[in-house]
Nanobody, 122 residues
Framework: QVQLVESGGGLVQPGGSLRLSCKAS????????MGWFRQAPGKGRELVAA???????NYADSVKGRFTISRDNAGNTVYLQMNSLNPEDTAVYYC????????????????WGQGTQVTVSS
């Protein structure tokens, strides 16, 4: 089992910044990827950013150049630095831990955090 605890969400004005954190505990050795999905009201869950144990990163086109994903040296905490936020970034952000498959170039979440609300509004 893997437990994921998120922090860092909140209300920010357009153009502002937030940093999300996700700390993993438990059997994280079996996971080779962590990252973030988000879900806006009335929309499906979408991948925002992810990072593998080999430090391969992937970003949604809508956040490239504005968001940066990173992890600590131990590999059990992942961060999402979000800059130049706009109202379209408003969503519940979910941390995940799972697998990255080279043959499909896709991420497969096995565990989810509880979600943290990010609201961008003036």
């Amino acid at each position: 089992q893997v437990q994921l605890v998120e922090s860092g969400g909140g209300l920010v004005q357009p153009g502002g910044s937030l940093r999300l954190s996700c700390k993993a505990s438990g059997s994280i050795f079996s996971m080779n990827a962590m990252g973030w999905f988000r879900q806006a009201p009335g929309k499906g869950r979408e991948l925002v950013a992810a990072i593998t144990r080999g430090d391969r990163t992937n970003y949604a086109d809508s956040v490239k150049g504005r968001f940066t994903i990173s992890r600590d040296n131990a590999g059990n905490t992942v961060y999402l630095q979000m800059n130049s936020l706009n109202p379209e970034d408003t969503a519940v952000y979910y941390c995940f831990a799972g697998a990255f498959m080279e043959n499909t170039a896709k991420y497969y979440p096995n565990y989810w955090g509880q979600g943290t609300q990010v609201t961008v509004s003036s």
